[in-house]
Nanobody, 123 residues
């Protein structure tokens, strides 16, 4: 069982930066791939980034590649999403999620989810 709690969301102007954090419970955190997803009003939840259990591989959605960076600290049971050059279209609720082993872009493949944190980017 893994419990996830996101933090770090807020209101930022376009071009600004935010760093999201996700704190995970459980002794086997290092065995889980972690993903960040987002959901804007009226839209489906979409993939943002994922990182493998070892941290050796990452993947990004095309819309955020080069602007967002996912990382993890297995010693602290934490995963992060550094978001730079934010755009109004990045406005959404951001969720972290966990699945055993390797990362995946399909939110349906993840077993555990946090409650989400709101990110609002003003123009």
């Amino acid at each position: 069982q893994v419990q996830l709690v996101e933090s770090g969301g807020g209101l930022v102007q376009a071009g600004g930066s935010l760093r999201l954090s996700c704190a995970a419970s459980g002794r086997t955190f290092s065995s889980y791939a972690m993903g960040w997803f987002r959901q804007a009003p009226g839209k489906e939840r979409e993939f943002v980034a994922h990182i493998w259990f070892s941290g050796s591989s990452t993947s990004y959605a095309g819309s955020v590649k080069g602007r967002f960076t996912i990382s993890r600290d297995n010693a602290k049971n934490m995963v992060y999403l550094q978001m730079n050059s934010l755009k109004p279209e990045d406005t959404a609720v951001y969720y972290c999620a966990a699945r055993w082993g390797l990362g995946d872009k399909d939110p349906g493949k993840y077993d555990y989810w946090g409650q989400g944190t709101q990110v609002t980017v003003s123009s």
